[in-house]
């Protein structure tokens, strides 16, 4: 057997997958002006600054001390008042961090969008009241 009858299909189905792939438009992506990405960029480096990423996770990436952080701003859940508040005052787990009023308006704008661009890790969690999480068994 010739080895281009082996290629061939395998290139042209490459071809296919490939145009099906990139052709298909990503479904409800948020639309963000430009200063709002400037703060969402800036939130971002707040989170790196500070090291969130050690003990938090987004999308499922990241620390497994605390919580995950993709979804805090979600209705019902007070996710800026707790991010504020547990920045300040900390935890027994949780340090304090001295963030400014700038800063913190950054990094709320940064778990906004993150919230309205995914969810965190499909697997339920509990939480306990010190913050820590275990898996459900």
């Known amino acids: 057997m010739k080895p281009i009858y082996f290629f061939l299909p395998l290139v042209c189905a490459f071809a296919i997958f490939s145009f099906r792939i990139y052709s298909t438009p990503i479904p409800n992506q948020p639309q963000f002006d430009e ?8 939130g971002k480096l ?9 003990c938090h996770q987004i999308y499922g ?3 497994y001390l ?36 700038s800063e913190m308006e ?17 697997r339920h969690f509990i939480v306990s009241s010190n913050g820590m999480i275990a898996e459900h068994e």
Do not use: H, W
């Not at 200063?35 to 960029?41: K, P, V, W, Y």
């Open 35 to 42: 200063n709002t990405l400037g703060q969402i960029a800036k």
């Open 46 to 54: 707040v989170y790196q600054k500070y090291n969130c990423q050690s």
């Open 61 to 63: 990436l990241g620390g």
């Open 66 to 101: 605390g919580p995950d952080l993709t979804n805090c701003m979600k209705e019902g859940r007070n996710g800026e008042l707790l991010i504020k508040t547990l920045t300040q005052v900390g935890t027994t787990q949780m340090p304090s961090f001295p963030i400014s009023e």
């Open 106 to 122: 950054n990094l709320i704008a940064f778990f906004k969008a993150l919230d309205q661009t995914g969810n965190s890790d499909p």
